[in-house]
């Protein structure tokens, strides 16, 4: 079924672009995705000593030292919500058409809209890291290499996910 606009009645029809634009856009998060996770975060001096952490090192010493359900959402948030939301983004711009997956892949779109709320989840881990920062004389932050590759991997998701024409998976159910 094809939707119209609500303004002036012009008939939007799905678009194949939709779903090739999301496969680029997914597709090149997931290679930025990579590197994000394998890459120092950040660098951080406190008291003249030095610590480099990826994502993954800071898991580890959340959860060493207890804080298992501050470990876990970080390990949510910043690895498996945006590796689960690209895998199955890449998955629905590649059979988004196939009409014997129709309520499949409706469910798996519902299922990347709702996980989608936990992106903001990224800024409030920023908002702690800025306010480590601001500790002044006594500690230093320096971000690493992987902070920018998240950033392209938030900004590349945010891009696909928008990009996505649900319309799509409509017309499969309906051909």
């Given at each position: 079924?094809?939707?119209?606009c ?8 799905p678009?194949a ?13 997931l290679?930025f995705?990579i ?12 008291y003249?000593?030095?610590?480099t ?5 800071g ?20 690895m498996?919500?945006?590796?689960l939301?690209l895998v ?6 590649i059979?988004?058409?196939n ?16 996980i ?12 702690i ?11 230093s932050v320096?971000p690493?290499l992987?902070?920018?590759l ?6 590349f ?19």
């Open positions: 079924m094809d939707e119209s609500a303004h002036c009645g012009h008939i939007k029809k678009s672009v939709s779903a090739q634009s999301t496969l680029v856009f997914a597709l090149t998060a290679i995705y590197p994000a996770n394998l890459f120092p975060f950040m660098t951080m001096e406190l003249g000593k030095k610590t952490a990826t994502i993954w090192s898991i580890v010493t959340l959860a060493e030292s207890g804080s298992w359900l501050i470990a876990f959402v970080v390990f949510a948030a910043s498996l919500i945006p590796f939301k199955i983004l890449v998955y629905l711009s059979g988004a058409k009409p014997d997956q129709a309520i499949f892949n409706t469910r798996l779109y519902r299922f990347v809209e709702a989608g709320r936990w992106s903001m989840l990224d800024i409030f881990l920023l908002a890291l800025v306010s480590i920062m601001k500790l002044g004389h006594w500690t320096q690493g992987a902070a920018p998240f950033v392209l991997v938030v900004i998701t945010m891009l696909a996910s928008h990009q996505f024409d649900p319309q799509l998976l409509r017309k499969a159910k309906n051909d």
